[in-house]
């Protein structure tokens, strides 16, 4: 079925270290792509998105690329700082007719920037 | 913050009891998403409203259901509570129904 899958994490890194998190799917079509995070105790915030191939999202320094290709979405920033420090998920939307339309989410990537 | 209005934050509950989650969308948004996230299950979708309308159901239990009113405003019930129910239970909006959602602070559900 569709689905997406994410790196486990979690992740830890230096503060001012480059960040890749991994990102595939599985998709019916050509869905939408996004990533979302989730600082403690709060609710997800939408990061980027990429709403056809090739398409670059970018916020806040970082970015991620529809690769149909290779099916992935991955996220990355050149350099993080310690407020980066989140849960990171990635989604699909299917854009198809006949789908329902809803988000699906990776299991999440938690990531510790340490100062 | 993103414009959705979740109540209330927390919920304590016991056992088999009933409780009602509320969720004002984004103004001008036309569809409600209702999430679970637990920590071995992750993000779960539950249940979509758009305009009023069930739209699309997810993994949500026949003890669980959903409504969105003329307002457009949702209410997530869920009844004969069990241990395993307790989780952060999310709301969310979009203009359309494939569009991205915006989420609520979420509810936290205790249930003891």
């Known amino acids: 079925g569709d689905s997406v899958t994410q790196m486990e994490g979690p992740v830890t890194l230096s503060e001012e270290a480059f960040l890749t998190i991994n990102c595939t799917y599985t998709a019916t079509g050509y869905p939408s792509l996004f990533w979302y995070v989730q600082y403690p105790g709060e609710g997800l915030q939408l990061l980027l998105k990429a709403t056809k191939a090739d398409d670059k999202g970018s916020n806040k320094g970082f970015e991620a690329t529809y690769r149909k290709e290779t099916t992935s979405f991955h996220l990355e920033k050149g350099s993080v700082q310690v407020s980066d420090s989140a849960v990171y998920f990635c989604a699909l939307i299917l854009n198809y007719g006949g789908s329902q339309g809803n988000l699906i989410f990776g299991k999440g990537t938690k990531l510790s920037v340490k100062p | 913050d993103s414009g959705v209005t979740q109540t209330p934050k927390h919920l304590i509950t016991a056992t088999g009891q009933r409780v009602t989650l509320r969720c004002s969308p984004r103004s001008g948004d036309l569809s409600v998403y209702w999430y679970q996230q637990s920590l071995d299950q992750g993000l779960q979708f539950l249940i979509q409203y758009y305009n009023g309308e069930e739209r699309a159901k997810g993994n949500i239990l026949e003890r669980f259901s959903a409504q969105q009113f003329p307002d457009l405003h949702s209410e997530l019930n869920l009844s004969s509570l069990e241990l395993g129910d307790s989780a952060l239970y999310f709301c969310?909006?979009?203009?359309?129904?494939?569009?991205?959602?915006?989420f609520g602070q979420g509810t936290r559900l205790t249930v003891v």
């Open positions: 969310a909006s979009s203009v359309r129904w494939n569009t991205e959602a915006f």
